[in-house]
């Protein structure tokens, strides 16, 4: 199964700042996913990180607030920008294995507490 | 569209207790379905799948099994621990096979000692 870095783990941001949460794979993936947790919910997906390419964006959510990139196989980047307490959330990555296809493996999420 | 309904917890038992998180879905094709675990801090950790009806996945004790007919996917564990508190996710694969998964809400449990 892959292994998934993200960082940070956690972090507390003024609001009108923004944080780029990194999701960093040891292996080549196909499919990388961007997931909200707001606080005792469940998992809302973002966006689909393309490589080379632009994200595919769920009903709801836009570029200019989430820009993804993902300039390779193995790393993708999630910025939240212009924070409001609103955005306080947990953000996982997930990644989509080449050989046990259609199983999503999870980062350990970035917990994000904007003031 | 595609959904995933599951039992509200919190669901509290005693250790050694037997379990049952209910899940039921619906799909226009023929999803693969999942449960992830959430450990409190944590990440999703995939605890078991299934691929095609009648499959019954399993892994540390815990079973469920794609019941086609009656759409569902009830997650049951004959002995729980205090380990097994956490949050537990049911979950479909898009049948049109972008890898998208639809989550449920979620049911929290909390295993007394």
């Known amino acids: 199964s892959a292994v998934i870095s993200q960082k940070p783990s956690r972090d507390i941001c003024q609001r009108g700042t923004s944080l780029t949460i990194q999701c960093q794979v040891d292996?080549?993936?196909?499919?990388m996913f961007w997931y909200r947790q707001q606080p005792g919910q469940s998992l809302t997906l973002i966006a689909t990180?393309?490589?080379?390419?632009?994200?595919?964006?769920e009903s709801g959510f836009v570029i200019d607030k989430f820009p993804i990139s993902r300039p390779n196989l193995t790393f993708s980047t999630l910025t939240v920008s212009n924070l409001s307490p609103e955005d306080s959330s947990i953000y996982l990555c997930?990644?989509?294995?080449?050989?046990?296809?259609?199983?999503?493996?999870f980062g350990a999420g970035t917990r994000l507490s904007v003031l | 569209g595609d959904s995933v309904t599951q039992m509200e917890g919190p669901v509290t038992l005693s250790e050694e207790a037997f379990l049952t998180i209910n899940c039921t879905y619906t799909?226009?094709?023929?999803?693969?379905l999942f449960w992830y675990v959430q450990y409190p801090g944590e990440g999703l950790q995939l605890l078991l799948k299934?691929?095609?009806?009648?499959d019954k996945g399993s892994n540390k004790g815990f079973e469920a099994t794609y019941r086609k007919e009656t759409t569902s996917f009830h997650l049951e564990k004959g002995s729980v621990q205090v380990s097994d508190s956490a949050v537990y996710f049911c979950?479909?694969?898009?049948?049109?096979?972008?890898?998208?998964?639809?989550f449920g809400t979620g049911t929290r449990l909390k295993v007394l000692a």
């Open positions: 997930s990644v989509v294995d080449l050989v046990a296809k259609n199983i999503q493996y």
């Open positions: 292996s080549q993936v196909t499919m």
């Open positions: 990180a393309n490589q080379g390419s632009e994200a595919t964006y």
């Open positions: 799909a226009t094709g023929y999803p693969s």
């Open positions: 299934a691929t095609k009806a009648d």
């Open positions: 979950a479909l694969s898009d049948p049109s096979g972008t890898y998208k998964y639809i």
